[in-house]
């Protein structure tokens, strides 16, 4: 709503997927993989009808390819179905195959990497790398470590050809996105914050152990968040006394997201924050398992996944919804921990084991919290219109979308332009607007940073302005007074000339 799908209407009305004017540099400035894919999608649909098969396409392949991975670095058919269903009961993986967000698109190609790395094929493995790193710049944390295993798994000598593939195949996909974000920022991955202002930077402030064991305690604590609250506090007061034990300061603004403290785990049901805590149970006994039998290839594979985790606590701030972003590192762990249920004897144990993990399958797969299949809320009895609201309902705001839309599309304005320098959830008033006037455009105002430059040159002036949440923003209301005086809807304001308003009725 703020940046996956914007980006894509402004792609597809300007035929090109160059920089744009934004206040939201997120839209523009990350790996943009992903949503060209969506992007195909809406313009073949002339909407976003289809844009989640993207993710569900990329879950049903990583699927395959984690059995693919079993195969390749020894197990039998059983093993490889192991990997399989492991991957498939992911909870969380289970809740974002249905949506738009790119984790599991990351995946995939992770997936795709460590597979031609175990088959030594390098050209394959370069091109998968550099498809992941276009498609998530935590890829840039979780794919060397992971390739490194596989070269250790291999007994295989890392040679110049292979780090000449993978620098051929980052080049290759991603040297666009690279000079766009140099040209814009000096970096080829953009700025270190949504904004550019360092304020909601995304890095630790001071990278090292400390921060690093902070947030490997604060991440692991809400993997086994459960449906019980005295045992969601008992792990929160573990962990804390753990850090406190350790010298750390649980809330240290240098390592947490500005904003917000760290506190109890949740059983939480949405695809942000909801938690894989029986797979990771699993995985620990599995790892342990296979430690004490001295699997030497699988003891590096785990490794490999525990340095990528490592990576990823070292070098990014502790947030409540980075819970998904771990997604890749526990379906890649899907052949750790078939190795273990395939040596697990009596058979009927791992039998058992999968069973569980199938039950447990289903409270994410029916009850997604923004996209169930049964209850009063289903996906069968909802408007396709108010779904687009499911997840903003902590800012209980679609009274003030809809009204919006309604005078935007009646004033018969055909250049739209939004303002989100307050809000930057704007795509339910772009689609919803576009099912209206599917000729509209729309164009970003009051951008006061570096991407200003990419205005086009004599753009008309917009006939309209939405601006969310900039009731009583003085500044906002002096910038557009010269189209009209604004209509104030909930705690936005819409701008329309007098001669366009057409008020909504009482």
């Not at 209407?9 to 004017?21: E, I, K, N």
């Not at 903003?392 to 935007?408: E, F, G």
């Not at 009731?471 to 604004?486: D, H, K, L, N, W």
Request: net charge positive.
């Amino acid at each position: 709503m703020a940046y996956h799908m914007p980006r894509v209407v402004y792609w597809a009305q300007a035929g090109s997927v160059a920089f744009f004017p934004t206040p939201y540099f997120n839209q523009i400035s990350l790996a943009p993989l992903m949503e060209y894919f969506a992007l195909h999608s809406y313009l073949l649909s002339g909407g976003d009808h289809f844009v989640n098969l993207v993710t569900c396409a990329a879950f049903v392949a990583a699927i395959v390819g984690v059995s693919s991975i079993a195969g390749a670095l020894g197990l039998g058919t059983r093993g490889q179905a192991f990997a399989a269903l492991f991957c498939a009961t992911l909870p969380n993986g289970i809740l974002q195959a249905s949506g738009a967000k790119n984790d599991w698109m990351l995946a995939l190609w992770l997936v795709c990497a460590v597979y031609f790395a175990a088959r030594d094929n390098a050209p394959l493995t370069g091109l998968s790398v550099g498809l992941a790193l276009a498609t998530k710049a935590t890829a840039y944390l979780f794919a060397p470590p992971l390739l490194g295993a596989l070269f250790l798994v291999r007994r295989t000598p890392l040679r110049v050809r292979w780090l000449a593939w993978m620098a051929a195949g980052a080049l290759l996909v991603n040297t666009p996105q690279y000079v766009r974000n140099v040209q814009l920022s000096g970096s080829p991955l953009g700025y270190d914050s949504a904004h550019g202002d360092g304020v909601y930077r995304w890095r630790n402030e001071h990278p090292g152990v400390k921060s690093m064991v902070s947030n490997a305690i604060r991440h692991t604590s809400e993997q086994l968040g459960g449906r019980w609250a005295s045992w969601n506090r008992g792990v929160f007061h573990a962990a804390v006394a753990l850090d406190r034990a350790l010298g750390i300061n649980p809330d240290d603004p240098d390592t947490t997201w500005p904003y917000t403290r760290f506190t109890p785990p949740q059983n939480a049901n949405h695809e942000a924050n909801a938690n894989n805590r029986w797979h990771l149970v699993l995985l620990a006994i599995a790892a342990l398992f296979l430690l004490v039998t001295r699997r030497r290839a699988w003891i590096l594979y785990g490794s490999g996944l525990l340095t990528a985790f490592l990576l990823f606590c070292f070098y990014l701030k502790w947030q409540e919804y980075m819970v998904r972003l771990e997604l890749p590192l526990f379906v890649l762990a899907a052949p750790l921990a078939a190795a273990f249920l395939e040596a697990l004897r009596p058979s009927i144990l791992a039998i058992a084991v999968c069973l569980f993990l199938v039950s447990s399958a289903r409270l994410p797969l029916l009850q997604n919290w923004t996209r169930p299949l049964k209850g009063p809320q289903s996906l069968f009895v909802t408007s396709r219109e108010d779904n687009y609201f499911r997840d903003m309902v902590q800012w209980d705001n679609r009274a003030s979308y809809m009204p919006s839309v309604d005078l935007t599309a009646r004033s018969g304005c055909d250049l739209v332009g939004i303002d989100i320098g307050q809000n930057q959830l704007e795509y339910p008033f772009q689609a919803l607007l576009r099912e209206r006037n599917p000729g509209v455009r729309f164009v970003h105002t009051g951008v006061e940073n570096a991407s200003a430059r990419y205005a086009a040159p004599g753009q008309p002036t917009p006939c309209a302005v939405f601006c969310p949440d900039c009731e009583g923003v003085a500044r906002r209301i002096a910038m557009y007074s010269r189209i009209g005086p604004p209509v104030t809807l909930g705690h936005f304001l819409l701008f329309l000339p007098p001669a366009r308003a057409i008020l909504p009725a009482k």
